[in-house]
C-alpha cells in the first residue's frame, strides 16, 4: 500500500462536501474490481513453495505399483514427484504408497508432495498415517511447512482436541516436527472461526511460553475474532496490548478496527482511526473507507457515507464494487431512492455486478415506491450482467412484487370501508 506523504500525516482528514456524481459518459471504474472482504490478508504464514509443473496427463488410470517402478527404471523417465502425484491421484492405497516411496529420493521434499497429494485427494487420515509413519525417520519426517499445511486441513475438519492430540504424538517423537509460531497462528485462527475466544488467548499464552513472540499476523487473527462477536471492547484491548508489547500495526489491523468499531456503531470512534493511520504512514484504502460507510449507513447517515465517497476519491483512492453495493444499501434504507438510482447507474455504467443483498434491497424500494419498470430494469441487469442467478434475482423481484400487490390491496380495502362509512 502507499503512504500517506509527509505534509499530510500531521493533518486531520476532513470530510468534504459531497462532488456531482459522475455521468454515464464519465470514465466508469473498472469493472474487473472484486469486492474487498472485511479482514484482508495482510501476508501468508509461510510464502508457498514453488512446485513442479504438472504433467500433461495421468501416468496412471489405476495404481500399479509394477508399472510404477517400469516407469522410474525406463531410459527416459518421468521425474519422481510426477509419478508420486499422479500414483496418488489414481487412487493407490497408502500400503501401495509407502512400497513405493523406498524407490523414490528419501528427503523431504518427496514427503512434502505424497502428503500435499493425499490432501489434494481428500485424504486426510492416510496423509495423517503416512507423516506417523515417516516421522520416525529424520531424513523423511515432514518439515514446518509440510507439517502446518497438515495441522491447517486437520482444524478445518476435526475438532480441536483432534489437532490438539496430533500435535502432542508428533512432539514426543524424536524426528517428529514440531509447532512453530505459524502453527500456533492456525490454532487461534482455527478457534476464533468458532467463536472460542477464551481458547485463542490461552493459545497466545501457551505461544509466548513457548518461546515465541507473536506477530502482527497473530494479534490480527485474534481481533478478527472479536469483531465477529461484536466484541469491540476486546478489539481495542487486543489491539493495545500488541502496542504495549511492542508489535507494530499494520494496515490490517487498522481496517480490523475500522470494521469493527463501525459494526458496533461507533462510528466516531472509526473515524479517529483514519486519523492514526494518517499519523503512522498507512493510506486507508477501500477497505477501510467501505467499512466506515457501511458503520455510517448503519446509524443513518447515508448521506455521510456518500460525502466519504467523495473524499475516498480526492485521495486516489478508488472504490469497488463492493464499496457501490454498500452504499446503495445505504441510500434505500434511509429512502435516497433517487441519489441511489444515480449511483446505481453509475455502477452500471461501469459494468460492475449487484450483490445480493444490495439487489434484493434496491429492488424492494423500487417496488414500494410504485417504480415497477425501474425495478424490472435492475432484474435485467442483474441477469445480464451475471450478478445473480436467474432464480436468486427472480426470488427477490417476485416478493418485493407480492408485497405490492398486498399493499395496494389492503388500500383499496380501507378505501372502500371508508367510503361506505
Not at 21 to 40: A, G, I, L, N
Request: proline letters at 9%; a positive charge; hydrophobic letters at 35%.
Amino acid at each position: 500500500m502507499g503512504k500517506i506523504p509527509p505534509a499530510f500525516r500531521s493533518t486531520k482528514l476532513p470530510i468534504p462536501l459531497l462532488h456531482p456524481p459522475p455521468s454515464s459518459s464519465s470514465s466508469p471504474p473498472p469493472h474487473h474490481s472484486k469486492p474487498h472482504p472485511p479482514f484482508p490478508k495482510s501476508r501468508k504464514p509461510q510464502p508457498p513453495r514453488p512446485s513442479s509443473s504438472p504433467s500433461p496427463s495421468p501416468l496412471f488410470s489405476c495404481p500399479d505399483i509394477t508399472t510404477a517402478l517400469s516407469l522410474l527404471s525406463s531410459p527416459s523417465p518421468p521425474s519422481p514427484s510426477s509419478i508420486l502425484r499422479s500414483f496418488i491421484s489414481s487412487g493407490a492405497s497408502l500400503s501401495s504408497l509407502l512400497s513405493l516411496l523406498p524407490h523414490l529420493p528419501s528427503d523431504r521434499s518427496t514427503t512434502d508432495i505424497a502428503v500435499r497429494s493425499l490432501l489434494s485427494s481428500s485424504r486426510l487420515d492416510d496423509a495423517l498415517s503416512l507423516v506417523r509413519h515417516l516421522s520416525s525417520d529424520l531424513s523423511s519426517s515432514p518439515d514446518q511447512f509440510t507439517f502446518n499445511s497438515l495441522i491447517r486441513h486437520l482444524s478445518k475438519s476435526r475438532p480441536i482436541s483432534s489437532v490438539y492430540s496430533f500435535i502432542e504424538e508428533m512432539r514426543l517423537l524424536p524426528s517428529g516436527p514440531k509447532p512453530n509460531v505459524v502453527t500456533y497462528t492456525i490454532l487461534i485462527d482455527s478457534v476464533c472461526r468458532s467463536g472460542n475466544l477464551r481458547e485463542a488467548t490461552r493459545l497466545l499464552s501457551v505461544l509466548k511460553d513457548s518461546g515465541f513472540k507473536p506477530d502482527c499476523y497473530v494479534y490480527n487473527v485474534i481481533m478478527k475474532g472479536y469483531c465477529m462477536l461484536d466484541a469491540c471492547g476486546e478489539v481495542m484491548e487486543v489491539y493495545n496490548k500488541m502496542k504495549d508489547e511492542g508489535v507494530e500495526p499494520d494496515l490490517v489491523t487498522y481496517n480490523t478496527l475500522v470494521f469493527g468499531l463501525s459494526k458496533a456503531g461507533m462510528v466516531d470512534q472509526a473515524k479517529k482511526i483514519l486519523n492514526v493511520m494518517a499519523g503512522m504512514g498507512h493510506f486507508p484504502d477501500a477497505v477501510t473507507y467501505t467499512s466506515l460507510m457501511n458503520g455510517m449507513c448503519r446509524k443513518g447517515d447515508a448521506l455521510g457515507a456518500l460525502r466519504l465517497l467523495g473524499e475516498m476519491e480526492e485521495k486516489g483512492c478508488s472504490p469497488n464494487e463492493c464499496t457501490y453495493n454498500t452504499l446503495l444499501i445505504g441510500l434505500c434504507k434511509a429512502k435516497y431512492l433517487d441519489k441511489g438510482m444515480v449511483l446505481y447507474e453509475v455502477m452500471t455504467a461501469g459494468g460492475m455486478k449487484v450483490d445480493s443483498a444490495a439487489y434484493s434491497t434496491f429492488v424492494r424500494a423500487l417496488c414500494r415506491a410504485n417504480r415497477v419498470a425501474e425495478a424490472y430494469g435492475v432484474f435485467d441487469y442483474a441477469l445480464e450482467s451475471k450478478s445473480l442467478t436467474e432464480v436468486t434475482a427472480y426470488s427477490a423481484l417476485e416478493s418485493s412484487l407480492k408485497w405490492l400487490k398486498k399493499g395496494t390491496q389492503t388500500y383499496e380495502e380501507c378505501y372502500k370501508n371508508s367510503n361506505a362509512n
